[in-house]
């Protein structure tokens, strides 16, 4: 049996893709991080903001403590956490490689955090395009793809456990997919299960174009069409967008029609979705009412 828990992602109010996967022969706690937007409506983190962080955070250290594998996709701090490396003690771990085919900025990141993770874990392996075994469970990664449409922001390593005959894939900071590269270990390992890092829509016509969001949503129907797949959370980037769901309505109708469940990673798990930074607005807004009152 492969059961796959979201731990902390942005439709719980923090930024972070953190997910526990457990089979039969081992568990695996995929990117053990999580922080806020520094600034968004030019504001800084809620209160409220911060106190979710906190308690999903205690959640993800809870849960790297039942863990046997841990594994780092790429090193933005809302997917590694340098400054508590003891949650990595006598853990067998799986890193996007810290020198090649990736930025400086996130060079300079992955040398820090591997200063700090020595003689701590009980191994280390770089991931990128490699297979491991525990039992029956099999844990493959991509070659590294563009965290984003193009290289400015490095590369990540997309993931897919598999056990019997149970598949996920977890696709890391992809930003769509818009680019063919990031859909290629989906369609070829055909999960029932993704976890994808939607399209970047709150940068809408900024930082993401349109023509990102119809190759996204293109390659989101490849999937439905192409692979098993039976449930995607969308999340991540999407989920910072309060009218992602009009984004894509095509995909929504078309995953109906093929029935396969397109949602939330909290709507998942059966927690209401709380945007808490595209509604960073309204919460300093409230708070400032209730003073007021």
């Known amino acids: 049996m492969l059961k796959v828990k979201p731990l902390a992602f942005d439709s719980f109010g923090v930024r972070s893709m953190a997910t526990f996967v457990e089979t039969d022969d081992v568990a ?60 990595y003690k006598d853990k067998i771990v799986y890193l996007k490689h810290p020198k090649e085919k990736i930025n400086k900025s996130q060079e300079k990141r992955a040398s820090y955090f591997m200063d700090k993770l020595k003689a701590i874990p009980k191994s280390i392996d770089t991931a990128d395009g490699k297979e491991f075994k525990h039992g029956s469970t099999g844990i493959k990664f991509s070659s590294p793809v563009y965290h984003g449409t193009n290289p400015r922001l490095g590369y990540v390593v997309e993931v897919s456990i598999s056990r019997g005959g149970e598949k996920m894939v977890f696709t890391s900071d992809v930003e769509g997919p818009s680019v063919d590269a990031q859909v290629e270990l989906i369609v070829q390992e055909n999960p029932d299960f993704v976890i994808l890092d939607g399209p970047m829509t709150y940068m809408l016509g900024f930082r993401y174009s349109r023509k990102s969001l119809e190759l996204s949503i293109a390659n989101m129907k490849k999937i439905i069409k192409e692979t098993a797949v039976k449930t995607i959370l969308v999340e991540h980037h999407f989920m910072r967008d309060l009218k992602y769901k009009e984004r894509i309505a095509e995909v929504y109708e078309y995953a109906a029609e093929k029935e396969v469940k397109v949602t939330s990673a909290a709507e998942y798990l059966g927690r209401e979705v709380e945007m808490l930074e595209a509604r960073r607005r309204e919460l300093y807004n409230q708070t400032f009412f209730k003073k007021e009152v």
Do not use: F, Q
């Open 28 to 87: 695996v706690l995929i990117d053990p991080g999580v922080s806020l937007a520094p600034v968004r409506y030019k504001l800084p983190p809620h209160p409220i903001e911060e106190h979710r962080m906190n308690e999903t955070w205690a959640d993800i250290k809870e849960h790297t403590a039942r863990s046997d594998v841990l594994v780092v996709t790429h090193y933005h701090y809302d997917h590694h956490n340098p400054d508590e490396p003891d949650i």
